[in-house]
Every structure is written in C-alpha cells, then in structure tokens.
C-alpha cells in the first residue's frame, strides 16, 4: 500500500475486525515464518488440518486496507500458511467491476481511488540526481523505474500531494504518461455466496481459479463439458463471498490483478495503524520517520 503504508513500517493488524479466523493447520511453531531461516523446512505439519471455521464473521467493508493470505496454486497447502499480502478492499461481493481506460467503475458509477493513489509520470534521467535529492529533503519515497528501450527518460509515480509539492519547485519537470496510467481493462462480476451461474467458456475462464481450489483440484473443462468430481455439471454456486483487492500503485503493485479474487476465507484482519516507521537501509540511529509513527493509515 504505497503512501499509505511504504516500505520500513510496522502495522497494527486488528484479527477480530472481520470475525475470529480459527487456525486451520495446528501443528505449526506460532510466531516464526512458514519456512525456518537456514534449517529450509516448513515450521508446520500439515497431516492433521482442520476446516475452515470462522467465529462472529463480520464484512469487509469498502476502502478497509486489509491483511489477507494470498492464493496458492496448490490446493492442498493450508490456507493459514500460505504469503500474506496487504492491500485496499475495493469492491464487495456481487459487485459489478470495470477498469476502463484507467477509470474505475463499481455497479456502473465511477470510483474514485484513494487521495494517496500513485500516478506515472516521466522526467529526464538527466535530472535524475536533483529529484532524488529533493524528494529525500521532503522524506517522499522514491518511486522510479527506467521506462525502457533506448530512451533516456525514467518513470516515477507520485500522489497528487506530492506532484504538487514538485511543481511548485521544479514546474514541468515531470510530465502525465498517459499510456502507463490507461493501460488497464476488464470487467467482471465479484462473486458472492450463494451466487449461481451458468456454466460457459467465459465463466470457466474467469471463475476456474477459485472453482478448482474450492473442488481441490477435481473441476475441469474437457471436451466442451464441465465436470467436478467426475460429474458433469452446468451450473455452479459458490459457497463463501469475495472481494477485489487493489493497491493504491495500481500500475506496479501485486494485488486481485495478479492474485485474482480473494475470498473471505483468506482474510486476517484490518490495519488499524502504523507502528514503526523507518527508512530501509538505514543506520539504526537514522532514517526514523517519527511523523508517520502511530498514525492511520487510512
């Protein structure tokens, strides 16, 4: 969640905001990695799991910056151990979603994305050494990556507060790249509990992720059917709510567009706070942004 939350900071997460999540693999060591440092071993067992159980569930609610597990490819790892990722709650269940030439819709009105959303914007790697140093005079993350090719200009994204703050020391310095900011499009529908829908190529191609997970691996499309367990099927009705998660770098974070749906299973909590807040790479007398300490990330 860049601005929001930026690299070097600490979270409070709330795990009860959305309902007590029961843990799904017992047999874990509590508060290491899934993977112990030099030993490269899990620090669970997952021979004994237990389903998924979720006390006084509670919704997601629109714009919450959530903390959720990520989905595995393999279906048989357990839900509690897989990465976890951070990310703004966009859309609900039973939403309808369009990105459509940059533009976001929900149920056809246009949204607008968080004030601290990053846009791209070029400038000349000649200006390249200025910039960095005005931006760490201002304590503004640096956000810049070469555009490519043969050219000599850099992208970098900014929140609107912060190109204002540029222009008005270094006016047209940087300039709006159109191409990087549009290049998004789709359009589906979220899916919800209880929701049912016909069965057609399209639906496979959107839905195949989650309806195989849910199925543990036993869904598939073969020969213009579907079969699940072994049965041809023409509907199907999903069993748990999802959610659409974007980041407020829509452009270079990993979020729904890359992970694709999120169900409220994967959810952990909600971040209530930053914490600690501190410049990575730093000596550990330097780099502390004490402004940003305790403050809402919201």
């Not at 389903?51 to 714009?63: C, E, I, Q």
């Not at 989905?71 to 839900?79: N, R």
């Amino acid at each position: 969640m860049e601005t929001s939350i930026i690299a070097g900071e600490c979270v409070l997460v709330n795990k009860i905001a959305y309902g007590i999540r029961m843990p799904i693999c017992p047999l874990s060591i509590p508060f290491v990695p899934d993977s112990l440092p030099l030993l490269g071993i899990h620090s669970y067992i997952s021979l004994w799991t237990l389903p998924y159980a979720r006390l006084l569930t509670k919704v997601v609610d629109r714009n919450d910056i959530v903390v959720y597990n990520i989905p595995s490819p393999d279906w048989y790892k357990p839900l509690d151990k897989t990465p976890v990722a951070i990310s703004r709650c966009v859309a609900l269940p039973g939403d309808s979603v369009e990105m459509r030439n940059g533009v976001f819709f929900i149920n056809g009105q246009e949204q607008l994305l968080s004030p601290q959303s990053l846009t791209a914007y070029s400038y000349n790697a000649s200006k390249d050494s200025l910039l960095h140093s005005f931006l760490r005079q201002l304590k503004i993350p640096l956000r810049s990556i070469p555009m490519g090719g043969e050219t000599s200009e850099l992208v970098i994204y900014l929140s609107k507060f912060e190109v204002y703050i540029l222009g008005e020391e270094f006016p047209q310095m940087i300039s709006y790249l159109k191409d990087f900011n549009t290049n998004h499009t789709y359009k589906f529908l979220l899916p919800a509990k209880n929701l049912q829908i016909d069965l057609d190529e399209k639906n496979w191609s959107l839905y195949k992720e989650i309806i195989a997970h849910n199925e543990r691996g036993r869904a598939e499309y073969k020969d213009g059917n579907f079969y699940i367990a072994g049965q041809s099927v023409k509907e199907y009705v999903f069993d748990c709510d999802y959610y659409w998660m974007l980041s407020d770098n829509v452009d270079v974070s990993t979020d729904s567009r890359h992970y694709g749906f999120i169900s409220h299973k994967q959810v952990i909590g909600k971040v209530e706070n930053i914490c600690y807040s501190k410049i990575p790479g730093t000596s550990l007398v330097d780099g502390y942004r004490w402004e940003r300490f305790f403050a809402d990330p919201n």
